[in-house]
């Protein structure tokens, strides 16, 4: 049974950092890949980072400011995220789906959270201007 958890949401003044945490189960890293999402009230979920078995991708509106990253003994997937801005306010979650038979090249990842089977429950994100 596929299982995400989130952790590491809180309220963070503007310029400040935070880490969420995905903690997964129920199946092999190397054969799914692992999205980041947020959605703000009355906006519609975007995807943010995502990451299978190679480099992670970004969304433009926080390149530079977030890295995605695995500890796969750990089985978790993390987001840090720095030089916070109240616009990054949002439920933030965690979500995956199998590499196979997704036409992805190798070591890459989709963005589109139309694209991810299993979803977390979400942790909210605060930043205060």
């Known amino acids: 049974q596929v299982q995400l958890v989130e952790s590491g949401g809180g309220l963070v003044q503007s310029g400040g950092s935070l880490r969420l945490s995905c903690a997964f189960s129920?199946?092999?890293?190397?054969?799914?890949?692992i999205g980041w999402f947020r959605q703000a009230p009355g906006k519609e979920r975007e995807g943010v980072s995502c990451i299978s078995t190679g480099v992670g991708y970004y969304a433009d509106s926080v390149k530079g400011r977030f890295t995605i990253s695995r500890d796969n003994a750990k089985n978790t997937v993390y987001l840090q995220m720095n030089s916070l801005k109240p616009q990054d306010t949002a439920v933030y979650y965690c979500?995956?789906?199998?590499?196979?038979?997704?036409?992805?090249?190798?070591?890459?990842?989709?963005?589109?959270?139309?694209?991810?089977?299993?979803w977390g429950q979400g942790t909210q994100v605060t930043v205060s201007s």
């Open positions: 979500a995956t789906h199998p590499l196979a038979d997704r036409g992805l090249r190798v070591g890459m990842c989709f963005l589109g959270p139309d694209d991810y089977d299993y």
């Open positions: 129920g199946f092999a890293f190397g054969y799914y890949a």
